[in-house]
C-alpha cells in the first residue's frame, strides 16, 4: 500500500483519513543519524535539529510517497512549510490547520480543515472517501489503540527496555495499519511472558519533547531508569483515549483530535498538567523526566510551570535540555545517575 506521509510535530493529524483513503499513514520522524546538511541549505544552525532532520528525510525521500500533509505544529515548524513548498518535490501537498483552542469556533473551524482535507485527497488522486470507509478506519484506529494500551501497561509490571517501547511507537507510525495489528498481538504475548520488573530500575514518567532515536532511550536504561508513563506524541498522546463512536465520523474525529493530551505547542498548560496528574495519580512513579532537545523552544518555556507545578504536589523532578545526536552525552548520564542516586539516598534515610 502506498505512503502518505504527514509531517505532525505533535499528534494532530487525523491519520483516519488517510487510511480511508487507502494510503498507509506515515509519519516523517527523520533520521539522527543522516547528516542534516540538504535541511542546512535551507534552514539555520540554530533551527529545532528535530525539523532540521525532518526536512532532510522529505528532501531525500519526497518522490517515493503519494504525497505529504502538513499538520499545523509550533510557530518554528509552521514557517518551515513555507520552505517545503518551494524546495520538496512532491506530487501532492496539503496545509492541515489544526486550531489551538477548544471553542466552539475553533470546532467549527476543525470541522472546515476535515473536509477540506478530504476534497483535496479526493480531487488529486480522483477517489471517494465515504463516512463508511472513515467509520472502517476509525475501528482499526481504536484496534491499535486499545492494543497499545495492554503493551505499554507491561512497561511498569515486566523488564521492558526503554528502547523496546519506542521502536514499537515508531513501528505503529510508520507501518500499514493491519500489518501493525498483528504485530502488536505478537509483541503482548512476548512482553506478558518477560521476567518482572527488574529491582535495580527506578519508574519515571517522562515528559517535553518527543524522542525519536532508541539510543537516548538506551541512556536512560544506563542510568537505572524505566520509563513506565509518557505524555509524549511518540507515544501516549497516540493512544491515552480512543476515538468516540458517533454516527457521524468527522463529529467522531473532532471531538477525539480536540480532547487528547495537549502538547506544549498548545497555549494551555492547564490540560496538560491534568493529563499528568491523572497519569500520576493511575501509575506510582520514583521521578519524573522531563527534558527538550535544544532548539525546542516551546517545550523549554513549558517545562518551567510544569515542573513546579509538579514539584509542588511533591514529585521528584529533574530537567534536562539535550542534543539530537545518537552519540552518548556522559554529561547528561553523569546528572540522571546522581538524580537516582540521590533518590536512592533519600529512600535510605
Known amino acids: 500500500m502506498e505512503k502518505l506521509a504527514y509531517f505532525d510535530s505533535s499528534h494532530e493529524m487525523p491519520l483516519e483519513i488517510i487510511m480511508a483513503a487507502g494510503f498507509t499513514p506515515y509519519k516523517i520522524l527523520g533520521d539522527v543519524h543522516q547528516s542534516n546538511d540538504p535541511a542546512d541549505k535551507y534552514l539555520s544552525s540554530f533551527f529545532c535539529p528535530a525539523a532540521r532532520s525532518w526536512l532532510t528525510e522529505a528532501l531525500t525521500h519526497a518522490k517515493e510517497w503519494a504525497g505529504i500533509v502538513f499538520a499545523q505544529g509550533c510557530n518554528s515548524t509552521n514557517r518551515h512549510y513555507d520552505i517545503w513548498k518551494v524546495h520538496v518535490q512532491t506530487p ?140 509524549l506524541s511518540i507515544g501516549e498522546r497516540f493512544f491515552a483515549t480512543l476515538i468516540p463512536n458517533k454516527n457521524d465520523p468527522l463529529e467522531s474525529l473532532l471531538e477525539y483530535y480536540m480532547n487528547i493530551p495537549k502538547p506544549a505547542t498548545r497555549p494551555t498548560i492547564q490540560k496538560r498538567l491534568d493529563y499528568l496528574y491523572k497519569a500520576l495519580g493511575e501509575t506510582k512513579v520514583d521521578g519524573v523526566l522531563s527534558q527538550n532537545v535544544k532548539f525546542c523552544e516551546p517545550f523549554a518555556y513549558d517545562s518551567v510551570p510544569v515542573n513546579n507545578a509538579l514539584k509542588d504536589k511533591g514529585y521528584k523532578v529533574i530537567h534536562l535540555e539535550r542534543d539530537f545526536s545518537p552519540a552518548a552525552d556522559q554529561q547528561l548520564a553523569n546528572r540522571l545517575a546522581a538524580f537516582v542516586e540521590m533518590m536512592e539516598e533519600g529512600n535510605n534515610e
Not at 477540506?116 to 463516512?131: V, W
Not at 526503554?162 to 495489528?181: F, G, H, Q, W
Open 92 to 231: 501532492f501537498l496539503h496545509w492541515f490547520g489544526v486550531p489551538l483552542l477548544d471553542s466552539a469556533a475553533a470546532k467549527k473551524h476543525y470541522r472546515v480543515e476535515l473536509q477540506r482535507l478530504i476534497s483535496h485527497i479526493e480531487d488529486h488522486f480522483h477517489i471517494k472517501i465515504t463516512s463508511e470507509k472513515i467509520s472502517e478506519a476509525i475501528g482499526k484506529s481504536n484496534e491499535i489503540k486499545k492494543k497499545l494500551q495492554r503493551l505499554s501497561a507491561f512497561r511498569y509490571q515486566k523488564d521492558i527496555p526503554n528502547r523496546d517501547y519506542l521502536t514499537a511507537m515508531i513501528k505503529c507510525l510508520t507501518c500499514p495499519v493491519d500489518e501493525i495489528s498483528a504485530w502488536l498481538d505478537s509483541e503482548i504475548k512476548a512482553w506478558n511472558a518477560k521476567p518482572a520488573f527488574p529491582s535495580g530500575k527506578k519508574r519515571f514518567l517522562l515528559t517535553g519533547s518527543d524522542i525519536t532515536y532508541v539510543e537516548w532511550m538506551d541512556t536512560l536504561d544506563d542510568c537505572g531508569i524505566r520509563i513506565v508513563r509518557d505524555d
